[in-house]
């Protein structure tokens, strides 16, 4: 059993899912009360299972809104922690594309997450669920058509995860295919592919907003 | 759990210290801490999403690693102490999201706590139980206050604080002023033993007729900012040095008087015999110098932490922690809220 944790859009969810059945689930959808409604979440999930079942921690480790995402980072690295389990990353986005193809096989699909600033956090897939672009952040205007909006969940991110590790996946080591800040760089693309495991830490995409002083 | 000397694991993410402590009833086993500080001193002052990044990035490490240094697992914890208030909400959000899920993990109570008390509360691990009443003067970067701490430490009343800028931040920006570092208080503080801190008649804040009685435990530092750079560009303007540990002994002696007199001030007025100082700023020679001269004198006894119960740390949220558990106060629920600014008048939530 995998349990995930995404929180990287107005969505808090948290579930528990094994081989194809979502065994518990919760969620609450508020932009700005993520580290309030995720203690009762996860309390309501895990009372309904055996902990002792739970492999692994999944989370989406975004792109989204920075102080959301971190609530569920942090949760499952406490959680990771506690129980003795890798914690174990994937991009949100993929999340969801792999809803959408599950739904509509074949279909190339945009995934966009609002990233506020009148901005979103996107990025492309090809029918096979292969992201080709991104993640990226920018102005919405500027974004494929075929977009898809739809919220990251726990489940999906969960899924993500025990698909990729039937694949063969191997969790990542101490070493971070990131910069310190999460940007996409050229050498991180193969990484970011989908097809690989991230750690559980945020895609950040932007540098903190501060300005040097002289 | 043994109520009478619960393990109790603190978190405090409240600013740019990553804290995790562990306190077994007024025992300290560990007191772990990650501090971004040299991140944010390229900015000259603490940038918030630069210290939330930094806590995400330490907060499991330090776990771990206080585990370690108490000799214990995760699982031996009986009870979950974190800062819920006040500071910087983001940063905040990661130890109070951890907190929770170290509680729901574990099948342990979560307590999210108020961030000045545990600054007082912090003494009882070094000197044993605070005394009843006791008053705290809190003073860092982001705090100068007075409390008035009653009733078992169950009563936490706010005396005065800052209007303005907080004492350790005026520290900071005179720093700045004179071409020192950033944080600029242990900066002044060295400088200033060279220098005669009857140099320059730096004001005193709050201290002009009918301030005493409107505003009788406050403080005010900005006016002392900006006499300071008014001083040394008249300084400048006239082709003349600046005495840079002159200054620096003046401005520090402006800041630790208003602190002292406060203190000594509130404890005469109330009838308290017991002062405790906390914050960074506690960690100045100076103010514990002064604060000692001045206690002695009135006939106060004045309880000073060492400075790594001083800053900000784990140790300290767990020590109020341990506190509430022995009083047999409920846990928080479990969708208890974060804010930057919470009354101080609670100590937990």
């Known amino acids: 059993m995998i349990l995930g944790i995404d929180t990287s859009s107005a969505l808090t969810s948290v579930a528990v899912v094994d081989g194809d059945l979502v065994v518990a689930e919760g969620g609450h959808l508020d932009p700005r009360r993520h580290a309030e409604v995720i203690g009762p979440l996860l309390a309501d999930v895990v009372g309904r299972i055996d902990r002792g079942d739970v492999t692994s921690v999944a989370c989406g480790v975004g792109p989204g809104p920075y102080t959301g995402l971190r609530v569920g980072i942090a949760s499952a690295l406490a959680l990771g922690a506690a129980w003795g389990v890798p914690v174990l990353g994937v991009c949100s986005l993929d999340a969801v594309a792999a809803a959408e193809l599950a739904e509509h096989p074949g279909s190339p699909v945009t995934v966009a997450v609002d990233a506020r600033r009148s901005e979103v956090y996107w990025a492309r897939y090809d029918g096979s669920g292969l992201r080709v672009e991104g993640p990226r952040v920018g102005p919405a205007d500027g974004v494929p058509a075929d977009v898809v909006g739809r919220h990251p969940t726990g489940a999906w991110v969960a899924w993500r995860v025990q698909a990729l590790l039937a694949a063969g996946a191997v969790p990542p080591s101490g070493e971070v295919p990131l910069d310190a800040h999460g940007e996409d760089s050229g050498a991180t693309a193969n990484a970011l592919a989908g097809a690989t495991l991230l750690p559980p830490r945020p895609l950040y995409l932007r540098r903190p907003d501060a300005v040097a002083s002289s | ?349």
């Open chain 2, 1 to 349: 759990m043994t109520t009478d000397a619960p393990v109790v694991l603190g978190i405090e993410t409240s600013c740019d210290e990553t804290g995790i402590g562990i306190v077994r009833g007024h025992e300290l086993l560990a007191n772990e801490i990650a501090s971004s500080v040299d991140e944010h001193a390229r900015f000259g002052g603490v940038v918030p999403e630069v210290a939330s990044r930094a806590h995400l990035e330490a907060i499991e490490p330090a776990l771990g690693r206080a585990c370690a240094t108490a000799g214990m697992r995760l699982d031996d914890v009986d009870a979950i102490a974190v800062t819920a208030g006040p500071g910087l909400v983001g940063a905040l959000l990661v130890g109070v999201a951890t907190a929770k899920a170290l509680s729901v993990a574990l099948g342990v109570p979560v307590y999210g706590v108020n961030h000045l008390a545990s600054h007082v509360v912090v003494d009882e691990l070094q000197h044993g139980p605070l005394p009843d009443p006791t008053v705290g003067l809190l003073v860092s970067g982001g705090h100068s206050s007075l409390l008035l701490v009653a009733d078992d430490v169950s009563t936490i009343t706010p005396l005065g604080q800052t209007l303005d800028d907080a004492a350790g931040e005026a520290f900071d920006k005179v720093a700045r002023l004179l071409g020192l570092p950033f944080p600029g208080g242990p900066w002044i503080d060295r400088i200033a033993r060279e220098g005669d801190p009857r140099a320059i008649a730096f004001p005193r804040g709050l201290s002009g007729p009918g301030d005493r009685d409107r505003y009788p435990y406050d403080f005010s530092f900005s006016g002392l900012k900006t006499a300071v750079a008014r001083w040394v560009r008249a300084k400048e303007a006239a082709g003349e040095p600046v005495p840079v540990a002159d200054v620096a002994a003046s401005v520090q002696e402006a800041i630790v008087d208003v602190l002292t007199a406060r203190l000594v001030a509130a404890c005469v007025e109330k009838g308290v015999g017991t002062a405790v100082i906390g914050g960074g700023v506690a960690a100045n020679s100076r103010l514990r110098t002064m604060a000692e001269e001045r206690c002695a004198a009135a006939g106060i006894s004045l309880r000073v932490p060492r400075p790594d119960l001083c800053t900000d740390n784990g140790a300290m949220v767990a020590a109020l922690g341990s506190r509430l558990v022995r009083d047999g106060v409920p846990p928080s629920p479990l969708d208890f809220v974060t804010t930057s600014n919470l009354p101080v008048t609670r100590r937990s939530w």
